[in-house]
């Protein structure tokens, strides 16, 4: 069983910046694409970013698009989300997931069915 571990989230300032991490369990890591996904009160859980198995290929929504960087550590077991220039409306509780499949080399990654573990969230809050 994968688990998956948020951490990083907190309250912040318009125009700040956070790093949020996320750590996976077990020795298959490097196999996977990871993504972010991000879910805001009565809304629905929207796609944020993806990285591939490889580090070589990250996906990212318009909305997010030259503010947050996804990257990963693959030593490390870790996929992290360096978010910039931070908004109001990126306020939500941000969760990382596993993409189903070893070693994908397609370029679906913006759909949360295609992500199988996820981990428990960790809330940012962005302040006017």
């Known amino acids: 069983q994968v688990q998956l571990v948020e951490s990083g989230g907190g309250l912040v300032q318009a125009g700040g910046s956070l790093r949020l991490s996320c750590a996976a369990s077990?020795?298959?890591?490097?196999?996977?694409?990871m993504g972010w996904f991000r879910q805001a009160p009565g809304k629905e859980r929207d796609f944020v970013a993806a990285i591939s198995w490889s580090g070589g290929t990250t996906y990212y929504a318009d909305s997010v698009k030259g503010r947050f960087t996804i990257s990963r550590d693959n030593a490390k077991n870790t996929v992290y989300l360096d978010m910039n220039s931070l908004k109001p409306e990126d306020t939500a509780v941000y969760y990382c997931a596993r993409k189903v499949g070893q070693y994908y080399n397609g370029s679906y990654y913006m759909t949360s069915s295609l992500y199988n573990y996820w981990g428990q969230g960790t809330q940012v809050t962005v302040s006017s």
């Open positions: 077990g020795r298959t890591f490097s196999r996977y694409a």
